[in-house]
């Protein structure tokens, strides 16, 4: 068990650039999350995947966002065109589907600056 | 919509017994999960409820009641290294409460 990795840790971008985040889930695990996490707040929900699917996106994401995870194992997380407000800590996790039991291992996550 | 309800801040001595309460809203119940974040860190998981009564792991218990949408982390013998936030989640999609600030004193 390696861990979940995220790279970079830190990014710091200018406002209008585009930025792309990777995540390493521990590799026997099917279900992959991104979480946004800002000071003080718990993690907000962005999207998840099983496997290669992506099967729930949030609401609250707007089209600027987008994530893949191409062959089940790796995901990458996109952000086009940012601004001050994506500012905030990328958190990924992953888990192994075991019925009702939702285990999920955090990466150190990725923050973000958008000057 | 799905909400999970906690105490912002909670302050207490170390050897003592603190308790975390969390209420809840989701559609889909899932199960109650709790979390630890130290500052600077990735949230760690400590424990799951999926049915009513209590789990206990070493100095860590938490307790679901699913007729009244309600939980508790309960942490004894209070180390100053407990000092962190602790999230409980919950629901499909594994929702997050915005977290509960330990404070431990000497």
């Known amino acids: 068990d390696t861990g979940v990795s995220q790279d970079p840790r830190h990014k710091i971008t200018k406002r209008g650039q585009n930025v792309t985040f990777r995540c390493d889930p521990i590799s026997e695990h099917n279900r992959l999350y991104w979480y946004r996490q800002t000071l003080g707040q718990g993690p907000e929900f962005l999207t998840y995947f099983q496997n290669e699917a992506q099967l729930e996106k949030s609401r609250l994401l707007s089209d600027r966002f987008s994530a893949e995870r191409p062959k089940g194992s790796f995901s990458t997380l996109e952000i086009q065109r940012t601004e001050q407000g994506d500012s905030a800590m990328y958190l990924c996790?992953?888990?192994?589907?075991?019925?009702?039991?939702?285990?999920?291992?955090f990466g150190s996550g990725t923050q973000l600056s958008v000057l | 919509g799905q909400s999970l309800e906690q105490p912002s801040e909670v302050t207490a001595v170390e050897g003592a017994i603190v308790q975390i309460n969390c209420t809840y809203q989701?559609?889909?119940?899932?199960?109650l999960s709790w979390y630890q974040q130290h500052d600077g860190g990735a949230p760690t998981f400590l424990s799951y409820?999926?049915?009513?009564g209590l789990e206990e792991t070493g100095r860590f218990s938490s307790f679901l009641s699913r007729s009244d949408s309600y939980g508790y982390l309960l942490l004894q013998e209070l180390q100053m290294k407990d000092s962190a936030s602790y999230f409980c989640a919950g629901g499909f999609k594994t929702i997050f409460g915005a977290g509960t600030r330990l404070f431990v004193k000497a």
């Open positions: 989701t559609s889909g119940f899932y199960g």
């Open positions: 409820n999926a049915l009513d």
């Open positions: 996790a992953s888990s192994s589907e075991t019925g009702t039991n939702e285990k999920l291992f």
